[in-house]
């Protein structure tokens, strides 16, 4: 059974900066492109960050030189190191396969996400 468990955040100040990872399990992940997305209240959820299994980045432009997204395959887990961060940042952030969920177009099973809270 695929789990996703993303953990790492909590409350920050405008400017800080937080860790994120996900583990993943269930299946072998390490050649699949993953990604980041979050979700603000009363917003749809956004892809913020993807990485290919041999390390090929690409960034939302909000996003962009602000956040490093990387992986490490042995341990079937992927991060995100957001910096200088804002409050429009706050949101449930989420990891999952980007291909699955745009191939299934988000209906797709999803970790409980962790919360980035940024205060200004």
């Known amino acids: 059974q695929v789990e996703l468990v993303e953990s790492g955040g909590g409350l920050v100040q405008a400017g800080g900066s937080l860790r994120l990872s996900c583990a993943a399990s269930g299946r072998d992940f390490s050649l699949a492109a993953m990604g980041w997305y979050r979700q603000a209240p009363g917003k749809q959820r956004e892809l913020v960050a993807t990485?290919?299994?041999?390390?090929?980045?690409n960034y939302a432009d909000f996003v962009k030189g602000r956040f490093t997204i990387s992986r490490d395959n042995a341990k079937n887990t992927v991060y995100l190191q957001m910096d200088s961060l804002k409050a429009e940042d706050t949101a449930v952030y989420y990891c999952n396969d980007y291909a699955l969920v745009t191939i299934r177009r988000g209906f797709v099973y999803w970790g409980q996400g962790t919360q980035v809270t940024v205060s200004s």
């Open positions: 990485i290919t299994s041999g390390g090929s980045t």
